[in-house]
């Protein structure tokens, strides 16, 4: 939050100092520095490009100036006015000793509702949004909107304010924006996150650290929320700093290669031999030992580092095939996830495109495996066309967890879905339950319909790696069949396992109809 309004203090400067009379002396002297360092070369450039920069700083402080205009007549303050009224009650209640608190609201699973729903409804939502934030705080209360789903309040000094009033406050204004939206005729439902800091819980710093402390408490009510309150506290400061910490150790452990993939293998359950690898990510820490992704996967989230996790993810996964091919071993193809961050990215394909030619690796070569849930999305967002253009170049692409979403039979062909894996939920001791066995075998008829192929996750028994083959499941993976390892390892276990499976027949499959 604090950027936004230094970006927006910053244009505020230099609108001033570009439109006044100032300029008159400032341009001729660049000019004249200009020229004298590089001649009329020189000149000739600061001369056609000074315009252009001074336009588009011009251009930028409109736009804000627009938006700040907006949100007062919709009464919200600009970013701007915000900062320097916060800054005010923070002054205020030191010199007088009052309390004061600082709110943030922000809308919970507000990109979710955007896919679902498209941006039109996004937008009467954000103005829903506002308008019931301000019914439900104070007159002489303030308030901002930081993005269209998260709006920053600042509560007047006051000797009545305490923790309990603001947990009151922030329950009134949950209230109001659960609410059900109407929405094309129907009602839809919403929730919020809200964190809180009262200035007493600051030990010092100025009114910047207070608005940083109320966004910590935010952070941490989304983490256990949806529709949760969290207050800033000194175990808040502990755990914000750890966090701090890990984020930082999780942008060195990228660099230094501590994050890698492991690699758990797939096995056909017709020749037994190896068809691919599924790349799962681990943190190799040098203390903690080694970490799942359960465990860092939320840091690199919140620190908006997933997009850079892909790729090193992938870097590895593709050196890694590389390896195989020069050792000579047969390993059809890779599977690796790709996260949401990572799918909304508009550069995605041309970034892919260039890894794959530069590890020399054909497109059929990657299977892109998306959650179930991703494919209820909406058909115009930039997942979809991610995910469909990579199919388009010759990826495969794997529906992960099947059974466990939404996906439709209409989005499995949209996406032109190549192989769909059924999740572990349904494959665990199905060679014991006969509702299981039934469950799977309606999903494998469903699959041989679409002709689809299909892998079972979590094998983990002799006696399901049977069923799987017998009733027609194409892939198998498991630590029944092996457990995720680092790639040092991969090449002694297909040896290995070569060497088992030339020696053991072929489990036959059930026909009929």
Known sequence: MWKNISVSRVLNVLTTV?????????????????????????????????????????????????HADRSEANGLKSIGSFASEIEGFYQTARNIREESACLIVALDNFDEFIDLHGNAAANHMAEQFCARVLSAIRAQDIATQLDPHKIAIGLRPSKHLDLEACIQMSGRIQSAIEEPLTLNGSGIYVSCSIGFSLLTSLRDGGFEIWIDAASSALEEAQRNGPSTIRAYSNETRRRSRIRANLRKEFDAALDSGEIRPWFQPQVSTDTGRVTGF?????????????????????????????????????YHAFTAMQKWDRAGVIVPRIGINFSSDELRDPTLIDRLKWELDQNDLTPDRLAVEVLETVFSRRQDDVITRNVTSMSKLGCCIDLDDFGTGHASIASIKRFDVSRIKI???????????????????????????????????????????????????????????????????????????????????????????
Do not use: Y
């Open 18 to 66: 570009l439109s006044g009379p100032q300029a008159l002396a400032f341009i001729p002297a660049i000019s004249l520095a200009a020229f004298w360092i590089g001649g009329e070369r020189a000149l000739v450039i600061v001369a056609l490009s000074l315009p252009v920069l001074v336009a588009i700083i011009l251009t930028a402080a409109d736009t804000a100036k627009s």
């Open 278 to 314: 599924e790349a799962l990510a681990r943190w190799e820490h040098p203390q903690k030992g080694v970490l799942g992704p359960n465990i860092f996967l939320p840091f690199a989230e919140q620190a908006e580092l997933m997009e850079r996790f892909g790729q090193a993810m992938r």
């Open 423 to 513: 999740d572990r939920s349904f494959v665990t001791k199905a060679d014991k339950d006969a509702s299981q066995q039934q469950m799977v075998s309606a999903i494998l008829t469903m699959a041989e319909r679409l002709n689809l192929e299909t892998l079972a996750e979590g094998v983990e028994t002799p006696g399901e790696h049977a069923l799987m083959a017998q009733l027609g499941c194409d892939h198998v993976q498991g630590f029944g069949i092996g457990k995720p390892m680092p790639f040092e390892k991969t090449l002694d276990w297909i040896a290995a396992h070569q060497n088992k499976v030339n020696g053991v027949p072929k489990i036959g499959r059930q026909t009929g109809s």
